[in-house]
């Protein structure tokens, strides 16, 4: 008989729950990440990204001062100045100098840029996430590669496997047209290799440098205050089919809100890449919400006692929306925020940045409950849930070694 848990009624689109109404445990199913570790299914393990930003940094103040001097006749300038302050973005970091980023070579050449800075800086973050997980890459079943600001066929995977040391059978996955959701994608996409390949392990490397998307002859408000908004950085992590500290991941989704497939879009001219913003997008989180409430209610929990959320923060209007229609307090997103404040919105890698703060925090409490979500193009959501853990197996050989000092000591007194 089907599970009426996961026919109920789903909430209606673009409206928003009363206020302290939550579902009730499926009675059935009731915890699933508690069953599932009884039934001993495997349960793949996000573990702590690594991060890199470029060396040239931009300040919201000189951004401000660029975008008064450039557009000084703008006819909309004032309101563009006040929406850029109205981000919090204080700083941002670039792959060229702002000298550089402002001047347009061309796509070929924007995209040679791409590929050799790609190639110069992706390396160190990778071998950074691989020794977070305790990994190396001859353990590394499947590489995830996620970046919508550059182009390259072969994907940086087929270079990655090459230079690295990885396993020429290692399975490659490209992700190049999700923009920001691509991140939640990823992770999702790893968790379901490690459900159907249990005890593989999944690399994903997400390489955004939107500074090479600017275009100087985009002057549209959504344009100019894009150009205010968008940073560069790479990012990695490893989810492990076995062991493994970090998120556990228990359930994913995805959702597409209809017919909104032109509010973020990429029009592809000769001189590259022009982002496209419509104004309806900053109140996409009214439709998004359910959505996250429906995937938590679904797996047996509840937003409200959850403990931490990690999102995409693709700016200040998301974040704000997302307190107010899930009721919670602005600190569940402290780690989304701090992300945009100081490196700006880094499309995919936002969500890996987000994690790898609260890592920097000290983590989570043991069986701690979170969600991760990346919006993007489509409109897409990309939603993960899951539980904190610890690495088990190095817990198991932790008691195993206390037990054999314990004996030693006894033998060695006696």
């Given at each position: ?5 996961t ?13 302290g109404?939550?579902?009730?445990p499926c ?108 990994t ?35 399975r ?63 990012s ?42 419509d ?66 919105n ?8 987000a ?27 990309e ?32």
């Amino acid at each position: 008989m089907p599970c009426v848990w996961t026919c109920r009624p789903r909430t209606s689109r673009g409206t928003r729950r009363p206020s302290g109404v939550t579902r009730s445990p499926c009675p059935s199913h009731g915890d699933e990440s508690l069953r599932s570790r009884e039934r001993g299914e495997p349960m793949a393990t996000l573990c702590r990204p690594a991060i890199a930003v470029p060396e040239h940094v931009i300040t919201m103040q000189q951004t401000l001062d660029l975008a008064r001097e450039t557009h000084a006749g703008h006819p909309q300038r004032d309101l563009v100045l006040r929406l850029i302050q109205n981000t919090g973005v204080q700083t941002r970091h670039l792959v060229q100098p702002i000298e550089k980023t402002l001047r347009h070579p061309g796509f070929e050449a924007r995209n040679q840029v791409y590929e050799a800075e790609a190639k110069t800086r992706v390396p160190e973050v990778v071998r950074q996430a691989l020794a977070n997980a305790e990994t190396d890459p001859s353990e590394i079943d499947l590489i995830v590669y996620v970046s919508c600001t550059g182009f390259m066929m072969p994907s940086l995977t087929a270079w990655i496997i090459n230079s690295m040391g990885f396993r020429p059978e290692t399975r490659q996955l490209p992700i190049a047209q999700l923009g920001c959701a691509a991140g939640g994608a990823a992770i999702n996409r790893a968790h379901d290799f490690c459900l159907a390949y249990p005890e593989s392990n999944v690399l994903i490397v997400s390489c955004e440098f939107c500074s090479l998307c600017y275009q100087p002859t985009d002057i549209g408000v959504g344009s100019l205050l894009s150009n205010g908004l968008f940073g560069d950085a790479i990012s990695a992590a490893v989810v492990r089919g076995q062991g493994g500290t970090g998120m556990r991941l228990e359930r994913n989704g995805s959702h597409l809100v209809p017919d909104t497939e032109d509010w973020i879009s990429y029009a592809v001219r000769d001189t590259g890449f022009h982002f496209q913003l419509d104004k309806r997008v900053p109140g996409t989180m009214e439709m998004l919400a359910p959505v996250l409430l429906d995937l938590v209610d679904l797996h047996g929990w509840s937003v409200p006692n959850m403990d931490f959320f990690i999102v995409h923060a693709g700016g200040p209007r998301i974040l704000d929306d997302l307190c107010h229609f899930l009721d919670l307090p602005p600190e569940m997103f402290r780690y989304s925020r701090a992300t945009l404040t100081e490196r700006g919105n880094i499309a995919s890698s936002v969500v890996f940045d987000a994690l790898a703060r609260l890592f920097d925090d000290g983590g989570a409490a043991e069986s701690a409950q979170g969600l991760i979500a990346g919006f993007g193009p489509g409109i897409t959501a990309e939603v993960a849930v899951g539980s904190w853990a610890k690495d088990d197996l190095r817990a198991e050989v932790g008691h195993d070694l206390d037990e054999l000092e314990l004996t030693a000591g006894v033998a060695l007194s006696g």
